[in-house]
């Protein structure tokens, strides 16, 4: 793809994202009700889902990619790899941050060691190592070794998502919202589909940034 076009490409990626980011913004803050229970601190759900799904999506990147580099030792898959482990760190991060945000509200405390909590913290240390190991690790084993540790990361993504089903007689306090029908107005279903689609589509684009990035640095 010419320079030309990867320029156009881009900002009319950006400026979709922009937009379905901002009409996000909107049905949250000035459409949707507050929730009956939790009030207006609910409102963060629609983040901390959107932010979930993406981090989720950057690490199956994480894994194609660090499969197809221990079969090939493609140099563009390890480009890929990283990009996408470093960008899933990201959205991971920010998933705790507002979980943390949202618990206390909800909860009176920032953390508890429950099912869907603990391993998701157990994948945010993992991808923390990562991004470390990426940092720090020996330069001719670096690509080998982060594809294994990124791919252990990506197995655990099933593991958070089912982990309340999994250990169901563990006491928990992590809602199943979308299961249980949690969203009683049709507007709050509207308002999550759109912020998911806004913050994956900000991440596809972050993850196709810092791919470049990579790309230029190995030239």
């Not at 400026?15 to 996000?24: M, N, Q, R, W």
């Amino acid at each position: 793809m010419k320079i030309a076009q990867r320029q156009t490409f881009f900002s009319a990626a950006l400026l979709l994202a922009s937009a379905v980011v901002l009409t996000a913004l909107y049905h949250v803050f000035l459409v949707v009700p507050n929730e009956r229970v939790m009030g207006a601190v609910q409102r963060i759900f629609y983040f901390h889902v959107g932010c979930a799904v993406s981090a989720y999506c950057a690490f199956g990147v994480v894994l194609i990619s660090g499969i197809y580099y221990l079969v090939t030792r493609n140099p563009k898959a390890d480009v890929i790899l990283e990009a996408a482990g470093e960008v899933g760190f990201v959205f991971c991060s920010l998933v705790l941050a507002s979980g943390m945000i949202w618990a206390h509200a909800a909860w009176n405390t920032f953390f508890r060691w429950e099912p869907r909590l603990a391993s998701f913290l157990l994948l945010w240390f993992i991808y923390l190592s990562f991004v470390l190991l990426r940092t720090f690790g020996d330069p001719i084993r670096i690509a080998a070794h982060s594809a294994v540790l990124g791919i252990v990361g990506s197995l655990m993504v099933p593991v958070v998502v089912f982990s309340i089903k999994l250990l169901a007689s563990v006491p928990q306090l992590h809602p199943v919202v979308l299961e249980n029908h949690g969203l009683k107005d049709p507007r709050m279903g509207v308002a999550l589909a759109i912020a998911i689609t806004g913050i994956v589509l900000l991440q596809a684009i972050l993850l196709w940034l810092r791919t470049r990035i990579g790309f230029l640095a190995r030239r």
